[in-house]
Protein backbone atom coordinates (compact mmCIF):
# COMPACT_ATOMS: atom_id res chain seq x y z
CA UNK A 1 0.00 0.00 0.00
CA UNK A 2 1.56 3.51 -1.22
CA UNK A 3 1.27 5.96 1.69
CA UNK A 4 0.02 9.18 0.09
CA UNK A 5 1.13 12.30 1.91
CA UNK A 6 -0.60 15.72 1.38
CA UNK A 7 1.19 17.93 -1.63
CA UNK A 8 2.97 20.57 -0.46
CA UNK A 9 0.27 22.56 -1.68
CA UNK A 10 -2.41 21.19 -0.06
CA UNK A 11 -0.10 21.85 3.12
CA UNK A 12 0.60 25.36 2.26
CA UNK A 13 -3.47 26.23 1.84
CA UNK A 14 -4.07 25.19 5.44
CA UNK A 15 -1.10 26.52 7.00
CA UNK A 16 -2.04 30.17 5.50
CA UNK A 17 -5.44 29.72 6.80
CA UNK A 18 -4.20 28.28 10.64
CA UNK A 19 -2.31 31.55 10.08
CA UNK A 20 -5.57 34.02 8.56
CA UNK A 21 -7.45 31.79 12.13
CA UNK A 22 -4.57 33.42 14.04
CA UNK A 23 -4.14 36.89 13.24
CA UNK A 24 -7.91 37.26 13.20
CA UNK A 25 -8.55 36.17 16.73
CA UNK A 26 -5.43 38.02 17.44
CA UNK A 27 -6.51 41.39 15.92
CA UNK A 28 -9.93 41.24 16.79
CA UNK A 29 -8.47 40.55 20.90
CA UNK A 30 -6.79 43.42 20.78
CA UNK A 31 -9.39 45.42 19.88
CA UNK A 32 -11.43 43.93 22.39
CA UNK A 33 -9.07 44.74 24.91
CA UNK A 34 -8.22 48.29 23.76
CA UNK A 35 -12.36 49.21 23.46
CA UNK A 36 -12.96 47.99 26.62
CA UNK A 37 -10.02 49.33 28.27
CA UNK A 38 -11.25 52.56 27.30
CA UNK A 39 -14.82 52.15 28.10
CA UNK A 40 -13.56 51.69 31.72
CA UNK A 41 -11.41 54.39 31.65
CA UNK A 42 -14.59 56.82 30.71
CA UNK A 43 -15.97 55.26 33.39
CA UNK A 44 -13.81 55.84 36.02
CA UNK A 45 -13.03 59.08 34.92
CA UNK A 46 -16.75 60.12 35.16
CA UNK A 47 -16.64 58.33 39.05
CA UNK A 48 -13.13 60.63 39.94
CA UNK A 49 -15.01 63.62 38.61
CA UNK A 50 -18.41 63.21 40.11
CA UNK A 51 -16.68 62.21 43.76
CA UNK A 52 -14.16 64.77 43.67
CA UNK A 53 -16.64 67.55 42.65
CA UNK A 54 -19.28 66.39 45.15
CA UNK A 55 -21.27 66.04 41.94
CA UNK A 56 -25.25 64.79 42.35
CA UNK A 57 -25.43 62.82 38.76
CA UNK A 58 -28.52 62.38 37.28
CA UNK A 59 -30.53 59.00 37.87
CA UNK A 60 -29.80 58.17 33.89
CA UNK A 61 -26.07 58.69 34.52
CA UNK A 62 -26.19 56.50 37.95
CA UNK A 63 -28.30 53.80 35.26
CA UNK A 64 -25.16 54.17 32.61
CA UNK A 65 -22.47 53.77 35.29
CA UNK A 66 -24.40 51.02 37.11
CA UNK A 67 -24.33 48.95 33.81
CA UNK A 68 -20.84 49.61 32.81
CA UNK A 69 -19.60 48.29 36.52
CA UNK A 70 -18.80 44.58 34.79
CA UNK A 71 -16.08 45.97 32.38
CA UNK A 72 -13.05 45.32 34.36
CA UNK A 73 -13.73 41.94 34.16
CA UNK A 74 -14.79 41.96 30.51
CA UNK A 75 -10.95 43.30 30.03
CA UNK A 76 -9.59 40.49 31.80
CA UNK A 77 -11.24 38.17 30.20
CA UNK A 78 -9.45 39.76 26.94
CA UNK A 79 -6.07 38.62 28.90
CA UNK A 80 -7.11 35.44 29.34
CA UNK A 81 -7.94 35.09 25.79
CA UNK A 82 -4.81 36.64 24.41
CA UNK A 83 -2.60 33.42 24.71
CA UNK A 84 -4.84 31.28 23.28
CA UNK A 85 -4.71 33.89 19.86
CA UNK A 86 -1.24 34.01 19.95
CA UNK A 87 -1.35 30.03 20.23
CA UNK A 88 -3.68 29.88 17.26
CA UNK A 89 -0.91 31.88 15.35
CA UNK A 90 2.12 30.20 16.34
CA UNK A 91 0.39 27.21 15.01
CA UNK A 92 -0.15 28.48 11.79
CA UNK A 93 3.79 29.99 11.09
CA UNK A 94 4.84 26.91 12.47
CA UNK A 95 2.59 24.33 9.59
CA UNK A 96 4.12 26.95 6.90
CA UNK A 97 7.86 26.04 7.99
CA UNK A 98 7.80 22.54 8.57
CA UNK A 99 5.29 19.33 7.62
CA UNK A 100 6.32 17.29 10.57
CA UNK A 101 4.36 16.87 14.15
CA UNK A 102 1.16 17.50 11.91
CA UNK A 103 -1.16 15.97 14.26
CA UNK A 104 0.01 17.30 17.61
CA UNK A 105 -0.26 20.85 15.54
CA UNK A 106 -4.45 20.59 14.66
CA UNK A 107 -4.98 19.36 18.07
CA UNK A 108 -3.18 22.34 19.33
CA UNK A 109 -5.36 24.60 17.04
CA UNK A 110 -8.31 22.90 17.44
CA UNK A 111 -8.36 23.18 21.13
CA UNK A 112 -6.98 26.86 21.04
CA UNK A 113 -9.69 27.89 18.82
CA UNK A 114 -12.91 26.12 20.85
CA UNK A 115 -11.65 27.75 24.02
CA UNK A 116 -10.78 30.95 22.45
CA UNK A 117 -14.42 30.62 21.02
CA UNK A 118 -16.29 29.74 24.59
CA UNK A 119 -14.31 33.12 25.72
CA UNK A 120 -15.36 34.94 22.83
CA UNK A 121 -19.24 33.84 23.00
CA UNK A 122 -19.27 34.99 26.71
CA UNK A 123 -17.91 37.92 25.65
CA UNK A 124 -20.45 38.51 23.02
CA UNK A 125 -23.59 37.39 24.89
CA UNK A 126 -22.53 40.25 27.87
CA UNK A 127 -20.49 43.17 25.83
CA UNK A 128 -22.07 44.08 22.65
CA UNK A 129 -19.48 45.80 20.19
CA UNK A 130 -20.70 45.88 16.75
CA UNK A 131 -22.33 43.21 14.08
CA UNK A 132 -19.39 43.99 12.16
CA UNK A 133 -16.54 43.37 15.09
CA UNK A 134 -18.21 40.49 15.91
CA UNK A 135 -18.52 38.72 12.83
CA UNK A 136 -14.99 39.12 12.18
CA UNK A 137 -13.27 36.75 15.32
CA UNK A 138 -15.58 34.15 15.14
CA UNK A 139 -14.70 33.63 11.56
CA UNK A 140 -11.37 33.18 12.89
CA UNK A 141 -12.70 31.03 15.26
CA UNK A 142 -14.66 28.26 12.42
CA UNK A 143 -11.18 28.57 10.58
CA UNK A 144 -8.96 27.59 13.35
CA UNK A 145 -11.78 24.75 13.95
CA UNK A 146 -11.74 23.49 10.29
CA UNK A 147 -7.74 23.58 10.33
CA UNK A 148 -8.14 21.44 13.59
CA UNK A 149 -10.29 18.85 11.90
CA UNK A 150 -8.67 18.84 8.98
CA UNK A 151 -4.99 18.30 9.84
CA UNK A 152 -6.26 15.25 12.26
CA UNK A 153 -7.86 13.88 9.56
CA UNK A 154 -4.89 14.04 7.33
CA UNK A 155 -2.55 12.63 9.80
CA UNK A 156 -4.53 9.78 11.17
CA UNK A 157 -4.84 8.77 7.75
CA UNK A 158 -1.30 9.32 7.01
CA UNK A 159 -0.69 7.19 10.40
CA UNK A 160 -3.61 4.14 8.91
CA UNK A 161 -1.56 4.11 6.00
CA UNK A 162 1.62 3.74 7.30
CA UNK A 163 0.39 0.94 9.60
CA UNK A 164 -0.98 -1.32 6.80
CA UNK A 165 1.55 -0.50 4.51
CA UNK A 166 3.56 -3.18 2.43
CA UNK A 167 7.02 -4.77 2.09
CA UNK A 168 8.30 -5.49 -1.12
CA UNK A 169 10.40 -8.49 -0.75
CA UNK A 170 12.33 -10.13 -3.34
CA UNK A 171 13.38 -14.04 -2.98
CA UNK A 172 16.32 -13.67 -4.91
CA UNK A 173 17.63 -11.48 -2.18
CA UNK A 174 17.23 -13.43 0.97
CA UNK A 175 19.55 -11.37 3.29
CA UNK A 176 18.00 -7.74 2.80
CA UNK A 177 14.71 -9.32 2.74
CA UNK A 178 15.60 -9.84 6.43
CA UNK A 179 16.86 -6.45 6.69
CA UNK A 180 13.78 -4.83 5.54
CA UNK A 181 11.42 -6.61 8.00
CA UNK A 182 14.14 -6.10 10.55
CA UNK A 183 13.89 -2.23 10.28
CA UNK A 184 10.48 -2.24 9.77
CA UNK A 185 10.12 -4.36 13.18
CA UNK A 186 12.64 -2.60 14.84
CA UNK A 187 11.11 1.09 13.77
CA UNK A 188 8.55 0.31 16.40
CA UNK A 189 9.82 -1.10 19.44
CA UNK A 190 10.46 1.54 22.36
CA UNK A 191 11.64 1.54 25.93
CA UNK A 192 13.79 -1.49 26.95
CA UNK A 193 15.00 -4.48 24.77
CA UNK A 194 16.52 -7.67 25.60
CA UNK A 195 17.94 -9.83 22.73
CA UNK A 196 18.87 -13.31 22.95
CA UNK A 197 21.18 -14.62 19.94
CA UNK A 198 23.70 -17.30 20.63
CA UNK A 199 25.26 -16.03 17.29
CA UNK A 200 25.52 -12.52 17.96
CA UNK A 201 29.24 -11.39 16.96
CA UNK A 202 30.26 -8.40 15.50
CA UNK A 203 28.74 -8.64 12.01
CA UNK A 204 25.55 -8.87 14.34
CA UNK A 205 26.86 -5.65 15.74
CA UNK A 206 27.68 -3.51 12.83
CA UNK A 207 23.72 -4.87 11.43
CA UNK A 208 22.80 -3.86 15.07
CA UNK A 209 23.80 0.04 14.24
CA UNK A 210 22.22 0.07 10.98
CA UNK A 211 18.94 -0.92 12.47
CA UNK A 212 18.85 1.19 15.08
CA UNK A 213 19.60 4.39 12.85
CA UNK A 214 15.37 5.03 12.38
CA UNK A 215 14.37 4.23 15.66
CA UNK A 216 17.27 4.43 18.47
CA UNK A 217 15.27 7.61 19.85
CA UNK A 218 12.36 5.69 21.08
CA UNK A 219 14.58 3.17 22.87
CA UNK A 220 16.27 3.36 26.70
CA UNK A 221 18.55 0.25 27.29
CA UNK A 222 19.49 -2.69 24.96
CA UNK A 223 20.73 -5.58 26.54
CA UNK A 224 21.94 -8.76 24.32
CA UNK A 225 22.43 -12.53 25.73
CA UNK A 226 25.01 -14.38 23.46
CA UNK A 227 27.58 -17.10 23.44
CA UNK A 228 31.04 -16.73 24.34
CA UNK A 229 32.60 -18.42 21.98
CA UNK A 230 31.20 -15.78 19.22
CA UNK A 231 33.01 -12.83 21.15
CA UNK A 232 36.09 -13.04 18.97
CA UNK A 233 38.62 -10.70 18.78
CA UNK A 234 36.85 -8.46 16.60
CA UNK A 235 33.93 -8.16 18.64
CA UNK A 236 35.12 -5.97 21.58
CA UNK A 237 35.84 -3.19 19.07
CA UNK A 238 32.55 -3.57 17.53
CA UNK A 239 31.02 -3.43 21.10
CA UNK A 240 33.01 -0.38 21.85
CA UNK A 241 31.66 1.57 18.43
CA UNK A 242 28.45 0.53 19.13
CA UNK A 243 28.33 1.72 22.57
CA UNK A 244 29.48 4.98 21.37
CA UNK A 245 27.00 5.73 18.66
CA UNK A 246 23.94 4.36 21.45
CA UNK A 247 25.06 7.38 23.96
CA UNK A 248 25.32 9.73 21.10
CA UNK A 249 21.85 9.22 20.22
CA UNK A 250 20.16 7.71 23.93
CA UNK A 251 20.07 9.48 26.95
CA UNK A 252 20.51 6.53 28.75
CA UNK A 253 22.01 3.10 26.88
CA UNK A 254 23.36 0.19 28.74
CA UNK A 255 23.73 -2.74 26.78
CA UNK A 256 25.00 -5.83 28.46
CA UNK A 257 26.69 -9.03 26.57
CA UNK A 258 26.47 -12.03 28.94
CA UNK A 259 27.53 -15.51 28.18
CA UNK A 260 24.09 -17.41 27.94
CA UNK A 261 23.82 -19.48 31.36
CA UNK A 262 25.30 -16.84 33.44
Known sequence: MEIQRPSRSAHGRLAYIA??????????????????????????GITSIITTYNITPSNTLLTSLEGTSALAIAVHITYVMLPFTLIMFSIGAMLLI???N??????GMLFSSLIFGML????DADFYIG??????????????I?????????????????SLRSISIDPETPYSNMLLLSKDFFARLKGDISILD????????ENMLALFNDSASNVKNVRILSGPERLGAHFDRGYTDFEEEMKNKLQSATISPRAAGH
Not at 102 to 107: I, Q
Not at 120 to 123: N, Q, Y
Not at 132 to 143: K, M, S
Not at 199 to 205: C, I, Q, V
Request: without cysteine.
Open 131 to 144: PIITLAPFIGVALG
Open 102 to 107: LKTLSV
Open 19 to 44: LAAGFIAMLSNFYYMQFLSYSVGVVR
Open 146 to 162: YVGIKGITIASRLQEAH
Open 198 to 205: MHFDSKAM
Open 120 to 123: LALM
Open 98 to 100: TRQ
